[in-house]
């Protein structure tokens, strides 16, 4: 077996770059996978997600957000391949805009460039959304479209430039644990033994169950997306006319169009309790009448949609919505990253580049304060 200095189990954004930034820090990873890279059933197997600074007045985000776009614009130097395209965000106040206004003032406090428009001027400025609709907006240019499976492509690519591997389709069945090491170990499903100087685990909507010994407080929902097409004008929907657009207090949120003729909706808030693989993989109907009616508000003509196709994928959520980027207890050597709580994509750079720090240092500049396991009590078998 060839030697690695990480075994990283699950190839997602999370994984992937973690393997892109310990490859930039001259270390070899293998990536194992148990599907492919950009499968349907991980949370990062799309084609585009939100990158936004907006998280009301929670600035320890935006910080975040501010120091992960400087990542995203060098992992798109390194790969020379559009991966971030910065449509700006309009946050739409539909009611008391209690969220818009705090996000507005933490940008504008941070000296980060944001707008906050009456509903007319929104309306002056892209001629889609209904004045109206709603009360005012807040909009700032850096937030945007992040392509999805492309980045993944590219993070492999890279990451295996330099020595690393990402093996598709092996599936980690078990962690060796002693009590001496801690981990030493995982198996595969065909019996085969992985071990290396440190292990990251990263497995998305999976990690509950994989690390089932550590009893680590996710939960996983059912989250559905609906592309839609524009019934007419498909012009005015491309991302030069329309932002990223959200509202928080309905927990809506879309894209432009930017897939053979197709925007996407999403709701931010959590689902139903679910898993990868089990229960439908179709959308309800509900979720599509409800998508319908926010759009009569907001954008009435895109209301009428007709041509839809929909997709479903989890959320791995931590009791407080803020990530798990933490040492395993029982393991000098093992690492955890998830918990990402349906917002972590935007944030993969960086904690790709935490995790790679961690590992190879043993520290990072990153306040991991809100991130660590010891929030929880955790009872180790
Ligand atoms: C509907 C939806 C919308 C979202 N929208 C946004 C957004 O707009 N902006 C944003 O920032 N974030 C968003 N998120 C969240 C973001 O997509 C996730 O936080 C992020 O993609 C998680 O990446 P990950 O690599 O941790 O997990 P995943 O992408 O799920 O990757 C985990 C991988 O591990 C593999 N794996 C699991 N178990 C094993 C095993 N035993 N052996 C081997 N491999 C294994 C899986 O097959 C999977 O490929 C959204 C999530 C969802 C579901």
Redesign the pocket.
């Known amino acids: 077996m060839a030697n690695y200095d990480v075994v990283i189990?699950?190839?997602?954004?999370?994984?992937l770059s973690a393997a892109y930034h310990l490859m930039k820090r001259g270390r070899r990873a293998v990536v194992?996978?148990?599907?492919t890279v950009a499968?349907p059933?991980?949370?990062?197997?799309d084609h585009a997600?939100?990158f936004r600074l907006t998280y009301g007045k929670d600035t320890f985000y935006t910080d975040l957000g501010v120091r992960t776009l400087a990542l995203w614009k060098e992992l798109q130097k390194d790969t020379r391949e559009e991966l971030y395209l910065p449509t700006g965000m309009l946050d739409v106040a539909m009611s008391a805009g209690n969220y818009e206004e705090q996000s507005y003032q933490a940008l504008k406090g941070m000296g980060l460039p944001v707008f906050k428009w009456t509903s007319q001027e929104t309306h002056e400025r892209y001629r889609i959304f209904n004045p109206r609709g709603f009360k005012f907006s807040v909009f700032h240019p850096d937030g945007g479209m992040l392509w999805g499976q492309r980045t993944l492509t590219a993070l492999t690519h890279l990451s295996q430039s330099r020595g690393s591997r990402v093996i598709e389709n092996?599936?980690?069945t078990a962690v060796l644990r002693n009590k001496k090491d801690g981990v030493y170990g995982v198996r595969d499903s065909s019996g085969r033994t992985w071990q290396a100087g440190a292990y990251l685990f990263?497995?998305?909507?999976?990690t509950k169950d994989?690390l089932a010994a550590y009893g680590l407080p996710i939960k996983t929902t059912r989250?559905e997306?609906l592309y839609l097409r524009p019934p007419n004008n498909q012009g005015r929907y491309r991302p030069a006319h329309c932002p990223i657009f959200g509202a928080f207090s309905s927990g809506f949120y879309g894209f432009p169009v930017h897939i053979h003729g197709f925007m996407k909706m999403?709701d931010h808030r959590k689902g139903k309790p679910g898993k990868p693989g089990a229960g439908s993989p179709e959308v309800s109907p509900r979720f599509e009448k409800s998508c319908r009616a926010f759009l009569k508000k907001l954008i009435p003509d895109l209301a009428g949609f007709s041509e839809t196709e929909g997709k479903v994928?989890?959320?791995d959520n931590s009791p407080d919505g803020d990530f798990i980027l933490d040492r395993l207890p029982d393991s000098p050597n093992t690492w955890v990253a998830?918990g990402?709580s349906?917002?972590?994509?935007?944030?993969a750079p960086l904690i790709g580049k935490t995790m790679a720090d961690l590992i190879v240092d043993g520290k990072t500049d990153l306040n991991l304060q809100r991130f660590r396991l010891s929030r929880f009590k955790l009872r180790v078998k």
């Open positions: 189990v699950g190839g997602g954004v999370t994984g194992l996978e148990q599907h499968n059933l991980g949370a990062s197997g997600r939100v092996t599936r980690v990263a497995p998305g909507a999976w994989l989250q997306l999403g994928c989890h959320y998830a990402l349906g917002h972590g994509f935007k944030f």
